[in-house]
């Protein structure tokens, strides 16, 4: 079992930024993969980022790219999510997830484990 506990979300103006962290526990993450999620209201639930726990592989969605980054601090446990130049469409729920190490990035809800219980965001204009 792997708990995800996600923080740093908030009200943010648009253009501004925003730190996302999510503190894991449970077991050894060496051979998982940790990912972002976000589902706005009405909305699917959508991949924006993943790393593998060892940082081989890390994957950005073409909405996240250029704005946002994902990393990992493995003496904390923690994944972090530097949202920059956020928008009012960037305004959700943001989960973290996690699962058991891939060949290739998973990108879709129903591959994940384990989920976090969310962070709002609000961006707005």
């Known amino acids: 079992q792997v708990q995800l506990v996600e923080s740093g979300g908030g009200l943010v103006q648009a253009g501004g930024s925003l730190r996302l962290s999510c503190a894991a526990s449970?077991?050894?993450?060496?051979?998982?993969?940790m990912a972002w999620f976000r589902q706005a209201p009405g909305k699917e639930r959508e991949f924006v980022a993943g790393i593998a726990w060892s940082g081989v592989m890390i994957l950005h969605s073409d909405t996240a790219k250029g704005r946002f980054t994902i990393a990992r601090d493995t003496a904390k446990n923690t994944v972090y999510l530097q949202m920059n130049s956020l928008k009012p469409e960037d305004t959700a729920v943001y989960y973290c997830?996690?699962?058991?190490?891939?060949?290739?990035?998973?990108?879709?809800?129903?591959?994940?484990?384990?989920w976090g219980q969310g962070t709002q965001v609000t961006v707005s204009s």
């Open positions: 449970g077991r050894s993450l060496s051979d998982y993969i």
């Open positions: 997830a996690s699962r058991p190490l891939t060949k290739f990035m998973a990108t879709r809800p129903h591959d994940y484990d384990f």
